[in-house]
């Protein structure tokens, strides 16, 4: 037996509270599924028009975002390494993207965290989306309903 209308009521109103209490909703990305978009797991994958380096496609401005914010000193080079360049993703999605997201008052989803990760955090809110993003969107989402075996 499912849910009644209720119980949804009372699951929305709990969100809602703990949204405007400032408390954060979990909100958690499957890297394992990013990987496999990104990069199909290869360590060494670049992307030449972007920059984007290694299993998580890291970007050379996100690689200064994350060296700024964190006060560490890696290079290009060092996304090599699967563990940097999972570190860099990691903190991407849990907490750079969020307080982005949360600075421009943009709730954060999994969508708008999607959004940010592919497109940029400009794209979050509008109405048309690049093609490739929304592709981004439903390979993440058949990737994570194969996991669930849904």
Aim: hydrophobic residues 40%; proline residues 2%.
């Amino acid at each position: 037996m499912g849910i009644g209308l209720r119980g949804r009521k009372a699951i929305i109103a709990g969100a809602i509270v703990l949204a405007l209490s400032g408390q954060a909703l979990a909100v958690e990305i499957n890297l394992e599924a990013i990987k496999q978009i990104e990069s199909h797991g290869v360590a060494d994958a670049v992307n030449a028009r972007s920059g984007a380096v290694g299993m998580y496609q890291i970007t050379p401005i996100a690689l200064r975002d994350f060296n700024r914010c964190t006060k560490k000193s890696y290079t290009s080079d060092d996304l090599f390494m699967f563990w940097i360049n999972r570190e860099i993703a990691s903190w991407l999605f849990e907490k750079r993207i969020p307080q982005i997201l949360k600075s421009k008052k943009q709730a954060v989803t999994e969508r708008n965290l999607l959004i940010s990760f592919n497109a940029g955090h400009a794209y979050v809110g509008k109405r048309k989306l690049p093609k490739e993003t929304l592709d981004y969107i439903k390979r993440y989402r058949k990737f994570i309903n194969k996991k669930s075996g849904g």
